[in-house]
């Protein structure tokens, strides 16, 4: 089946120890998103690429980076990690921008000691 | 500004207890209602996507509506793996999906 696959599910990283998650797709999707989840919270964007241009929100702290090599793959880096930070990370991709839904994967539950 | 409200924030169902979620929006320039459900610990999944008032889609004991101002999820004889969160989340431009903060279901046996 085709889907949006996150490793790894759990990652407890110290505090200020970079950390990269991951994500890949067999949707062949031109879109990929990246969202943090805090707990009980809805989830909230924090950068996308359509195909290779990259697009931050304004809002998303300069602490999160992210690289996508090819179609399939994508990479949430988190430079510092605050405790802050700890969340669950969810990874979506749609085929396209307008009126596309959106398909996430499992998720990344991040743990910062 | 562009707000989404979803109400109650959580809701106890007996099994077979039909009832409804709402989620009310404010958002200029709307393309796209959806909603998710979200299991603990685990993404989003997909349910539906209304675009215009007047609209509804349906998926098993699930049943979306949309009016000009809100939108309502109506489950039917709920089963207790219909327990989970739901999530309406609004598109206001190209890209950008913004969720509410959900409602979490629970139906008891």
């Known amino acids: 089946d085709a889907m949006v696959i996150q490793n790894p599910r759990y990652q407890v990283t110290q505090f200020g120890k970079p950390v990269t998650l991951s994500c890949s797709q067999t949707l062949n999707h031109n879109v990929m998103y990246w969202y943090q989840q805090k707990s009980s919270q809805a989830p909230k964007l924090l950068f996308h690429y359509y195909d290779k241009d990259f697009n931050n929100e304004a809002d998303t702290p300069d602490n999160f980076q992210s690289r996508r090599p090819n179609t399939s793959f994508c990479f949430l880096d988190i430079r510092s990690p605050g405790l802050g930070d700890a969340a669950m990370y969810l990874c979506?991709?749609?085929?396209?921008?307008?009126?596309?839904?959106?398909?996430f994967g499992p998720g990344t539950r991040l743990l910062v000691l | 500004e562009d707000q989404v409200t979803q109400s109650p924030e959580a809701l106890r169902l007996q099994e077979g207890e039909s009832s409804s979620l709402n989620c009310s929006y404010t958002?200029?320039?709307?393309?796209?209602l959806f909603w998710y459900r979200q299991d603990p610990g685990k993404g989003p999944e997909f349910l539906f996507t209304?675009?215009?008032a007047g609209e509804e889609k349906e998926k098993e004991r699930l049943k979306a509506t949309l009016t000009k101002k809100e939108s309502f999820l109506h489950i039917t004889a709920p089963k207790p793996e219909d327990s989970a969160t739901y999530l309406c989340?609004?598109?206001?431009?190209?890209?950008?999906?913004?969720f509410g903060a959900g409602t979490t279901v629970t139906v008891r046996a």
């Open positions: 958002v200029s320039g709307l393309r796209g």
């Open positions: 989340a609004w598109r206001s431009n190209d890209y950008k999906l913004s």
């Open positions: 979506a991709t749609s085929l396209g921008l307008a009126q596309e839904t959106q398909y």
């Open positions: 209304l675009y215009s």
